[in-house]
């Protein structure tokens, strides 16, 4: 078979930028049709549909003049294609390269796939019915079969299938698995071994993360009152994100300036999510709140060209253009203006009871007898 559209011999500017953002957007694989047909949702339930083939393609309309970054996202992280290998950048395929990438697949599985317990042979007895043993995560990494991130036990909640394979999945992963079988009157079957979980595997699911999150509550509790010290509900341990619905644990959280019920992870923040506004970031729980930067933007960069611009307004009287340089440097930075974050930081640290004291003092004064405003 001869490829259908020209072999491109290095990527695209556009692809290069499409890249960045398949790398950090976070997506799920729902449904497979077959080796080279695929749906993937992202984090606003929006599904998009990925064929492979003689062209590649996708249902949003990428792959006719360049790819999208959901064909992007699935030669990555489900085809496993490098990002420097030229297949990733092309088009159209001929019949090895379709082999080749199918095969890729399933050699990557089949390499990282964990190994399963081994079962004592004078023990067993094949009469009675065991329960299923969860496999544990393979040492430097294993990737979820639904979203293709790192799993870590200690920071997520983890569940597995516990049928009959034992490999593990992102509880929030596998809850939008078994949304999509039941909306399409489909069995609800783990992903990986295909096994039936039975019609009330979403309820199981539901109980499951309920008793995870008191669980953690207690540990925390715990803890608290091990070291002797009073438990902060509002420790910015815990938040749900915004966008994709995770509810995370010891993870960086970003914060919009401007919206204050738009808190989201890294991964949908990286993925340009809420992007008309600005945004500061907590690294960690105990680390201070600090201005946050999209993928691409290089504050270094900015920092530098800002002081090379003021070093040379010093040696000479300043012009009315220089405000607008000065202003599209700013702006270029792509990070918090310095007295926003600032105000935001200081909003955010501020205790409760002190907030209302001040908005107490910010009211419009009365007179003490009639209760009459008093114009400032």
């Known amino acids: ?19 960045e953002i398949a790398q950090n957007m976070r997506m799920y694989l729902v449904q497979e049709t077959g080796p080279t047909k695929l749906v993937l ?4 339930h929006h ?25 992007i996202f699935a030669m990555l992280k489900i085809y496993r294609i490098g990002e420097n290998d030229p297949m990733v950048w092309q088009l159209s395929f001929i019949d090895a390269e379709i082999s080749k990438i199918i095969q890729n ?22 009469a009675l019915k065991k329960a299923v043993a969860r496999m544990k995560l393979e040492e430097g990494g294993e ?37 999509n079988k039941t909306q399409s009157a489909q069995k609800i079957t783990c992903p990986l071994c295909r096994v039936d979980w039975g019609a009330n595997a ?28 009073a438990l902060q509900l509002n420790n910015d341990r815990s938040f749900k994100c915004y966008c994709c619905k995770r509810t995370l644990i010891y993870e960086a959280k970003l914060q919009c300036i401007v919206c204050p019920q738009v808190e989201v992870c890294k991964l949908c923040f990286s993925g340009k999510y809420h992007d008309h506004h600005e945004f500061i970031m907590r690294p960690a729980p105990e680390k201070e709140w600090e201005p946050a930067y999209r993928p691409g933007q290089n504050p270094n960069q900015f920092n530098d060209e800002y002081q090379r611009v003021m070093r040379e307004l010093q040696t000479r009287e300043i012009q009315p253009e220089d405000y607008e340089l000065l202003l599209s440097l700013e702006q270029r930075g792509g990070g918090v203006s310095l007295y926003k974050f600032l105000a935001v930081s200081y909003d955010k640290m501020l205790p409760p009871e002190k907030k ?11 007179c003490q007898f009639c209760e009459t405003p008093i114009a400032n």
């Open 1 to 19: 078979m001869q490829r259908s559209k020209p072999y491109r011999q290095r990527p695209t500017p556009a692809f290069m930028n499409l890249l």
């Open 41 to 44: 949702e992202d984090a606003q």
């Open 47 to 71: 599904k998009y549909k990925i064929q492979v083939g003689s062209d590649i393609s996708c249902s949003c309309g990428g792959g006719k003049e360049e790819h999208c970054v959901h064909t």
């Open 105 to 126: 697949r399933h050699s990557y599985g089949r390499r990282h796939a964990p190994t399963p317990p081994k079962e004592d042979s004078k023990k067993a007895n094949p």
């Open 143 to 179: 990737e979820c079969c639904i979203c293709f991130d790192t799993m870590n036990d200690q920071q997520q909640h983890l569940t597995y299938c516990k049928h009959q394979c034992g490999r593990n999945i992102h509880a929030d992963c596998i809850e939008i698995w078994i949304k």
């Open 202 to 229: 979403l309820e199981d699911l539901q109980k499951e993360k309920q008793e995870y999150r008191q669980r953690r509550a207690e540990e925390a509790t715990k803890k608290h009152e091990a070291s002797g010290t």
């Open 356 to 366: 209302a004291e001040i908005e107490s003092l910010r009211e419009t004064p009365k």
